[in-house]
């Protein structure tokens, strides 16, 4: 089974919205998926923050098994406008803190 990281088009006529998504080669566009990473939306400004969100952990673990971009999924990544490190999670964030105040006191 051949995995690919893709654009699934969702929205109306001429407002389209794009989820970007992993699925099987053989499953239609638009049609059943393994697991939704991320959206994408062009009609957003070009600066906006939220015109591409992805799951960069998860993007990282589907590419690490083998599952192979699309042509626009890896121009984002090449384009920088998705990152594959990973940002440290509430709790990692929580433990420099408070290592940070512990150093600080003594």
Do not use: C
Request: glycine share 6%.
């Amino acid at each position: 089974m051949a995995v690919k990281i893709r654009l699934a088009r969702f929205g109306a006529k001429k407002r389209p919205f794009y989820r970007i998504v992993v699925a099987d080669s053989r499953a239609p566009r638009d049609g059943r998926f393994i697991e939704k990473i991320g959206q994408y939306d062009p009609m957003l400004p070009k600066d906006n923050k939220n015109r591409v969100v992805v799951k960069a952990d998860r993007l990282k673990h589907w590419l690490s098994v083998g599952a192979q971009a699309t042509e626009r999924v890896l121009w984002f990544i090449k384009k920088g406008i998705v990152t594959l490190e990973t940002e440290p999670k509430k709790t990692e964030k929580k433990k420099v803190e408070n290592e940070k105040a512990q150093g600080q006191e003594a």
